[in-house]
């Protein structure tokens, strides 16, 4: 029974948005729990919605789950959709960073849910399909297991004592797959754990200009979170306040260092429980976004799987691509192309 929760959600979410009611229940349910429930992205034209932390996703698409230089994590959490440029992006990021930097192929973590909004769990952004974990862990050259793509964990480049790279694992393919994603004029921000910042800051030669885009902040020793611009098309899209020159590797950086916070064993007092965000605390368009219908010819998590998927991930596959699996259904590619030499160094 449990199971057809999220479809009652998502189905009355329709009749919520529609005006029945106008007010009252439906603006007192968390958001999260409409855009948690749909599984998939919003007809018409693709659209980023609000701001990073409060919007959400027209007309999304989906990462293919395997590619030439990048795989997919986590699919059953269902958050592989982004606007058209974030997935531009990662494939070119991929190819370049692979054949330029040594760097044999990007582990995606979570993009942005079908509708984007607020998650259930895990990220206060991510909203508006402009948003991409990538892990600091190199693609091995061969594809990844069903059980091995749900709980295989990133390493941490950072030591979390002195909150400074590891010797042992950071290499200079980690500064060259930033500073390429930096260079990109469509990269808004980049956070790193403060540890990354700072080896930056003491080994970048040459032009630093890309640095002022690598913000340090809290719970980055594994992954590096990527940020684009408002994309052009996406007039209800509010870009967030502009990098500037500064590189960012003095004060600001110093601060991090300093007594407090960062340094801090734990909170003085427990922090007061923040009020759930609903509806109308997005933008209006974001109701349509979820009363829209489902947008056609969008693929599922299923495809990374193969013959080996786990019930609870077939179940959630089944609802968003039906035909996928079924008798007579057509196959689909699961293998990488060949695999090339890894140059981490």
């Not at 269902?78 to 058209?84: A, L």
């Not at 611009?229 to 502009?242: I, K, L, M, Y």
């Not at 960062?262 to 923040?274: D, F, L, T, V």
């Not at 489902?294 to 495809?303: C, Q, V, Y």
Request: charged share 25%; aromatic share 8%.
């Amino acid at each position: 029974m449990l199971r057809f929760v999220p479809r009652l959600v998502f189905a009355f979410s329709a009749l919520f948005l529609a005006g029945w009611p106008a007010a009252g229940l439906a603006d007192q349910i968390p958001a999260k729990r409409y855009f948690g429930a749909a599984k998939l992205p919003s007809e018409g034209r693709a659209a980023a919605v609000g701001f990073y932390s409060k919007g959400c996703l027209a007309g999304g698409e989906a990462i293919t789950v395997d590619g030439p230089y990048w795989q997919a994590m986590r699919l059953s959490r269902n958050r592989i959709w982004g606007h058209p440029n974030l997935i531009h992006f990662i494939e070119w990021l991929g190819r370049e960073a692979a054949t330029k930097d040594g760097w044999p192929g990007l582990l995606l973590g979570d993009m942005s849910q079908p509708r984007g909004g607020p998650m259930v769990s895990g990220h206060a952004s991510h909203q508006v399909g402009l948003d991409i974990d990538i892990w600091l862990q190199p693609m091995p050259q061969r594809r990844l297991s069903a059980k091995e793509r749900e709980t295989m964990s990133a390493i941490p480049v950072v030591e979390v004592g002195p909150h400074e790279v590891d010797p042992r694992r950071w290499t200079n393919a980690h500064a060259r797959l930033i500073k390429r994603a930096a260079s990109y004029p469509e990269v808004q921000r980049i956070f790193v754990a403060p540890g990354i910042k700072k080896k930056l800051c003491e080994t970048a030669t040459g032009d630093r200009s890309w640095l002022a885009k690598v913000r340090p902040y809290w719970g980055h020793n594994e992954h590096i979170h990527v940020r684009l611009v408002c994309p052009d098309g996406s007039p209800g899209c509010e870009p967030q306040r502009a990098t500037g020159k500064d590189d960012g590797c003095g004060a600001p950086l110093a601060w991090w260092y300093s007594k407090e916070p960062y340094r801090q064993a734990k909170p003085s007092k427990k922090p007061a429980k923040k009020r759930e965000t609903t509806l109308d605390d997005l933008p209006n368009a974001c109701r349509q976004v979820l009363a829209s219908g489902d947008k056609p010819g969008t693929i599922t998590a299923l495809a990374a799987y193969g013959d080996d998927v786990p019930a609870d991930v077939a179940a959630k596959a089944v609802a968003l691509r039906p035909d996928v699996g079924a008798p007579g259904a057509p196959s689909m590619p699961h293998t990488l192309p060949q695999a090339r030499p890894a140059v981490i160094r």
